[in-house]
């Protein structure tokens, strides 16, 4: 079994500090290498029975899955933090910028595309799509394909909340060159709200988790000002893009592999373990596996 990690005595790391809206976060030094240190934000008291959200918990599991898969994430590690006498469960995720390298969201790209009636916020499909299409950091084709896959990774983990601020690109300084940015802030995914209460329900009733499958979390990109149902989408194979995304991406996920590595975390219950295993397989075959199947005759 691995060894818990206390990040509480970790060396803090001045002059750097991370904006984001979900959870504090702070910079430190674990095995001489940099890290931003997560905390779940507060739960809403009104829903839950948390008093803080399992975000963290999301964000180490679904990071960790995008690179089963073969996506590019950040790297994680959870452990514990003890602030005013109370342990909190946070995430550790490794910096991946260096010191010559700066992460630029994809809303500030889209705000580079001058001809565009559009904000850097804005998350409709359309509007997305025309950036990638027009910007020139870098190659359209390459920044497409990689829109769809984390897109199809999310419809796999539930993440309701993929905005234009939470991925992007690096630029190099000394080479002057861009590449697209491992995949980060994945603390959405998973219902990160739900309690054991809300885990046991789904888990116990059918129609309980097939609403959280077949008709929410939804994304964050929309179409026609409305936020895509992702079974509903992906369903309609209307998206050829995203349709050889799924292609791609659905014989790379390895059920036993996922379960293997949750069943590893050591801090979370067996409730929770049963839940993220069962909910993320439901998703796999309820909403991926069925269209793969599909597509895959009809690309034959």
């Given at each position: 079994m691995a060894n818990r990690?206390?990040?509480?005595?970790c060396k803090r790391i001045v002059g750097r500090a991370y904006n984001g809206a979900n959870g504090k976060k702070i910079a430190i030094e674990y095995e001489n290498e940099r890290y931003m240190l997560k905390f779940p934000p507060s739960g809403n008291r009104k829903t839950t029975e948390l008093s803080y959200?399992?975000?963290?918990?999301?964000?180490?599991?679904a990071s960790s899955i995008f690179n089963m898969i073969g996506i590019k994430a950040q790297k994680t590690i959870l452990g514990t933090f003890t602030v005013n006498g109370?342990?909190?469960?946070?995430?550790?995720?490794?910096?991946?910028t260096g010191k010559d390298k700066n992460l630029y969201d994809f809303?500030?790209?889209?705000?580079?595309?001058?001809?565009s009636e559009h904000n850097g916020t804005g998350t409709e499909l359309s509007d997305?799509?025309?950036t990638i299409e027009k910007q020139q950091f870098v190659n359209p084709t390459v920044l497409l394909t990689h829109f769809w896959d984390v897109f199809v990774a999310d419809a796999l983990l539930g993440n309701f909340d993929r905005h234009n601020g939470n991925w992007g690109f690096l630029f190099d300084d000394q080479t002057q060159t861009t590449e697209i940015a491992p995949v980060f802030d994945c603390g959405s995914c998973l219902l990160p709200q739900a309690d054991e209460n809300v885990?046991?329900?789904i888990l116990e009733n059918e129609d309980e988790l097939n609403a959280r499958i077949f008709q929410f979390p939804t994304s964050a990109i929309k179409?026609?000002?409305?936020?895509?149902?992702?079974?509903?989408f992906l369903s309609s194979m209307n998206n050829r893009e995203c349709n050889k995304a799924i292609l791609r991406i659905v014989p790379n996920i390895d059920i036993e592999l996922i379960n293997a590595f949750i069943d590893s975390i050591i801090y979370i219950s067996d409730i929770q373990k049963e839940f993220y295993k069962t909910y993320i397989k439901a998703r796999y075959?309820?909403?991926l596996l069925p269209n793969y199947r599909a597509l895959s005759l009809n690309f034959k």
């Open positions: 990690i206390d990040f509480t005595n959200t399992n975000s963290s918990v999301s964000e180490h599991i109370k342990e909190k469960i946070v995430c550790a995720c490794k910096d991946f809303c500030s790209i889209k705000n580079t595309v001058i001809d997305v799509l025309e885990m046991k329900a179409i026609n000002d409305r936020k895509i149902n992702y079974y509903d075959e309820k909403i």
